[in-house]
């Protein structure tokens, strides 16, 4: 197929002509000589139409250019600055948009959520899609390097596995429950049994009432799940993904940080092996910073910010008691009331980043659990074939994207970090026509 011309790919047409298609993105004229930033998917560069050396035709077309309008030009490529600009000889509108809602003024953050589709197009929001898939194939790449197995889990569940409050129901004609995915671990654990070390990349989905700037009900996640290793080999293989993909997004993305104006000198910092603390550790840290911190009770936002804060490095939290973590978490067999468990906490406050844990490989002791846990037990047969069949021990974790994302691009929100959130409070998502 023939090379076609792109705005990124310029500097192999300098001195030449082209023609190229591009969305404008900016225009200004002074009278004489006017000028158009076009954007194609490759990047952005500024076009000058000028009475000298563009068309009589095309010139006068300038008045009919509005933002976001498709056009065609014809024009010479010359170096400009440190890279290259259009010389536009000739001028065609394909597609016109007039009244394009997203001007340059600041629009409020629910006016740009219905206006996603659109809002994509600017350059904040290119930046960080581009980012966004850069960080899924370093994700990708480092499994690979590790020799995991790529395994896709399902999204429609027979059961639950992180609680049943959080589960979106499906109508599955009529029959027995059915649920989005809440998680792919259960499946790993089973293609674990197969093929020792895997991976699942995908979306999750949960139904918590919370508008927090840390949930989403759609999100993706990465969920290795790997065979004899133990709780502190899975912290170990957790701090060398998170650095491996950190440094190389940073490296090779770093113009796109830019744009976002993010400070990387705190990320290139960010090397392993991280801290690790208790549980109990972690307590006493809270204790200190709140006096009326009650301890026993899962970390919130706030304490799993202040928790962050006190580390220039993300931080492991390691043996959560076991009656506020999940059944599959296997005991401390030095400590019943524990649960090897581990969250990992970013910098800077983003908080958990990362949980995971050893999973329990004793038949009775998880059929126990499934019951204490209120989970109905015929729904986990196939669960508990796992371990009535080879039973092994094994690990694994699951990190949150776009926790990932937020934090690694210093977002407010984790609203950016997905192309097409979807959000608690907002049954709508894209925008409707008005009733
Ligand atoms: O800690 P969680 O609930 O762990 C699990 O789902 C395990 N089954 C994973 C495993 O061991 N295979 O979720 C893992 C991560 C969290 O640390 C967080 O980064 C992210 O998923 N996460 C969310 N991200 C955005 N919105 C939400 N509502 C999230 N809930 C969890
Ligand atoms: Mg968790």
Known sequence: MKRQANIKNLAEFEGRELELKAWVSQFRSSGKIAFLVLRDGSGECQAVLSEKTTDGESFKLFSKVSLECLVQVQARVKKWKQGFELEVLSLKILSPSPDYPIAKKAHGVDFLLTHRHLWLRSKRQRSLLKIRSEVMRHIHDFFQKEDFVQVSAPILMPTASEGTSSLF??????????????SGQLHMESASSALSKVYCFG????????????????????????????????????????????????????????????????????KSPFPKISYQEACKILKEKQPDFVSGKDFGAVDESLLSASFDQPVFVQKY???????????????????????????????????????????????????????????????????????????????????????????????????????????????????
């Open 203 to 270: 979306p999750a989905f949960r139904a918590e009432k919370s508008s927090t700037r840390r949930h989403l009900l759609e999100f993706w996640m990465v969920e290795p799940e790997m065979a004899f290793y133990s709780l502190k080999e899975a912290m170990e293989l957790a701090e060398q993904l998170v650095e491996y993909v950190i440094q190389n997004t940073i490296q090779n993305n770093s113009s796109d940080f830019g744009v976002l104006k993010r400070d990387i000198k705190k990320l290139e910092k960010i």
């Open 321 to 435: 008691p076991k009656n506020i973590k999940a059944f599959y978490m296997k005991e401390d067999p030095q400590n019943s009331d524990l649960s090897l468990s581990f969250d990992l906490l970013a910098t800077e406050g983003y908080g958990e980043l990362i949980g995971g844990s050893e999973r329990e490989d004793n038949l009775d002791i998880l059929l126990k659990k499934i019951r204490e846990h209120g989970l109905e037990e015929r729904y986990f047969k196939w669960y508990l074939d796992l371990r009535r069949y080879g039973s092994f021990p094994h690990s694994g974790f699951g990190l949150g994207l776009e926790r990932l994302i937020s934090w690694l691009c210093g977002l407010e929100h984790v609203r950016e970090a997905i192309p097409f959130p979807r959000l608690y409070g907002r049954s709508f998502f894209e925008k409707q026509a008005e009733e």
């Open 169 to 182: 129901s499906v109508d599955f004609f009529k029959e027995d429950q059915v649920f989005l995915s809440q």
